[in-house]
């Protein structure tokens, strides 16, 4: 049927020996709604009365039904399930780009009461690491672009932009976000209202997102300040259903609290303040009783949502990966603040002065700089590839600043001259433009008579597999530049000896 607002309902009927029991289906808004009416017999037009114990029976299979009526808790569990096998990739219901931290926040805000029956759950928070050097857009960038070195995996989020301020006529374009994505199981037991031990198996989701507005509107204070929101989902492997019974005492009434940001640091403790207000009734009528003691882990109130905070005796099993998901975080932004570093100061070594530093917005590598970069990079000496070149080792000073000069003249395009006069030090880096993740470094220092001829590389060499006889591709390409400048080293030999 459909009511004046053109909403369409649905009817159930389930006849009964001692009635009749009806149940009403709709959507209004955002909720799923369900009514259920009972009609005895001695009711219904032309119908019979019916015995005492008839109507116990019908009465009693009323309640039955009305007890397994968990709505909200299949509702909340629905969509947490939903979310998680969206980010597996085993459905189609959402769309692919779907804005999911979008419908996260809206998920929290219409569900702001934990439901009784629920299995699955979610946690949302926030946390706040400085990025030193490297400003925290290009930092995320940075992280989604390499997530797999991290344990994540990119997911791309679309949302509409209006053209022109949304005037008519002009065209909308999809802006793009990405958020990090991380999923692992987890198992555990944990006890109940009346202290029994029970086994869980769980999905756990992690999402996190960068959670700050165009780099161009931030003050300064904020560009180097990396805030992420993250959400850590739970969802039962064993059950679909929601619980036929509810914990009570898992359940303690909370006074709303005022809107506030909060941040987690790299201390373990979850706990955060909050400031009690007027609380209005509960609107599932629903009033705690019994005793009140709690068999969870006792902990300070967290929030759980923007206006609600988690009741003090947080769900052992959320608690703990909430404490996993808070530790990945924070040590994946600061193997990323290296990485990135090393990364940015690498590609400046090899743009040089031949690209525009306007464009790029990057400026010619430092002496220190260059003395940063190296002691982030793996090295090795030519000996330790290649033992008969050990010889060159034991040259001289003055031979390899010869060796220098001769360098710059054979390899002009690709040499990155390096010189602290105060110190009487020079790098000399001989780039490989075929490979880019390597080149050849040659230091002397004249003032202590110290000189080195090494090969640097960016990220270490993977290891050679075993059932293969040819060479990793990389190494090829490394001997092959690391002759040419063997080769030139020989020739600075030669010449050396006809002087």
């Known amino acids: 049927s459909t009511d004046g607002s053109s909403v369409m309902i649905y009817h159930l009927q389930r006849a009964l020996p001692g009635g009749i029991v009806l149940m009403e289906l709709a959507f209004q808004g955002c909720y799923f709604c369900v009514k259920q009416y009972a009609l005895e017999c001695s009711r219904i037009p032309m119908g019979q009365s019916v015995n005492s114990q008839l109507s116990m029976l019908f009465t009693e299979e009323c309640d039955k039904v009305r007890d397994l009526m968990h709505v909200h808790s299949f509702s909340y569990d629905f969509h947490l399930r939903i979310i998680h096998q969206y980010l597996v990739g085993r459905q189609m219901t959402l769309r692919q780009g779907y804005h999911l931290t979008s419908f996260l926040e809206d998920f929290i805000c219409h569900h702001p009461d934990i439901p009784k029956y629920g299995r699955n759950h979610i946690f949302e928070g926030t946390i706040a690491l400085s990025t030193n050097m490297t400003t925290a857009h290009q930092l995320y960038n940075y992280i989604t672009d390499h997530a797999s070195i991290y344990g994540m995996k990119p997911l791309r989020m679309s949302r509409t932009a209006m053209g022109m301020e949304g005037r008519k006529g002009t065209q909308n374009t999809e802006m793009h976000e990405y958020a990090l994505v991380a999923l692992w199981n987890r198992s555990g037991s944990y006890k109940d209202s009346e202290g029994i031990r029970h086994h869980d198996e769980f999905d756990v989701s992690l999402l996190v997102c960068h959670s700050a507005g165009p780099f161009e509107e931030l003050p300064e204070t904020e560009r180097n300040m990396l805030r992420l929101r993250f959400y850590?989902?739970?969802?039962?492997?064993?059950?679909?259903?929601?619980?036929?019974?509810?914990?009570?005492?898992?359940?303690?009434?909370?006074?709303?609290?005022?809107?506030?940001?909060?941040?987690?640091?790299?201390?373990?403790?979850?706990?955060?303040?909050?400031?009690?207000?007027?609380?209005?009734?509960?609107?599932?009528?629903?009033?705690?009783?019994?005793?009140?003691?709690?068999?969870?882990?006792?902990?300070?109130?967290?929030?759980?949502?923007?206006?609600?905070?988690?009741?003090?005796?947080?769900?052992?099993?959320?608690?703990?990966?909430?404490?996993?998901?808070?530790?990945?975080?924070?040590?994946?932004?600061?193997?990323?603040?290296?990485?990135?570093?090393?990364?940015?100061?690498?590609?400046?070594?090899?743009?040089?002065?031949?690209?525009?530093?306007?464009?790029?917005?990057?400026?010619?590598?430092?002496?220190?700089?260059?003395?940063?970069?190296?002691?982030?990079?793996?090295?090795?000496?030519?000996?330790?590839?290649?033992?008969?070149l050990d010889c060159f080792l034991s040259m001289s000073t003055s031979w390899y600043q010869s060796l220098i000069k001769v360098l710059l003249n054979r390899f002009s395009q690709s040499c990155r001259l390096f010189v602290d006069s105060d110190r009487g030090t020079q790098y000399l880096a001989v780039l490989n433009q075929k490979f880019i993740d390597c080149f050849v470094l040659i230091f002397l220092d004249s003032q202590s008579a110290k000189t080195s001829l090494k090969v640097v590389f960016r990220e270490p060499l993977p290891a050679q597999p075993q059932n293969s006889d040819s060479p990793l591709p990389q190494l090829v390409s490394m001997y092959y530049h690391l002759e040419s400048v063997i080769n030139t080293a020989c020739y600075n030999l030669w010449t050396g000896m006809l002087q």
Do not use: N
């Open 232 to 388: 850590v989902i739970m969802t039962s492997c064993r059950e679909l259903f929601p619980r036929l019974t509810a914990d009570m005492r898992r359940f303690k009434k909370l006074p709303h609290t005022r809107r506030d940001s909060f941040d987690f640091t790299r201390d373990p403790s979850l706990s955060e303040k909050y400031e009690p207000e007027q609380r209005e009734a509960d609107p599932d009528g629903w009033d705690e009783t019994g005793d009140s003691s709690e068999f969870y882990l006792h902990r300070k109130p967290l929030k759980m949502a923007p206006e609600l905070f988690y009741s003090s005796p947080l769900f052992p099993l959320l608690a703990s990966e909430v404490a996993t998901a808070q530790e990945q975080i924070t040590t994946m932004v600061q193997q990323a603040k290296s990485h990135c570093r090393r990364d940015v100061l690498w590609q400046r070594l090899f743009l040089g002065e031949h690209l525009s530093s306007d464009k790029h917005k990057m400026s010619k590598l430092s002496f220190a700089e260059l003395e940063e970069l190296l002691g982030a990079v793996h090295s090795k000496s030519i000996s330790e590839i290649d033992p008969q």
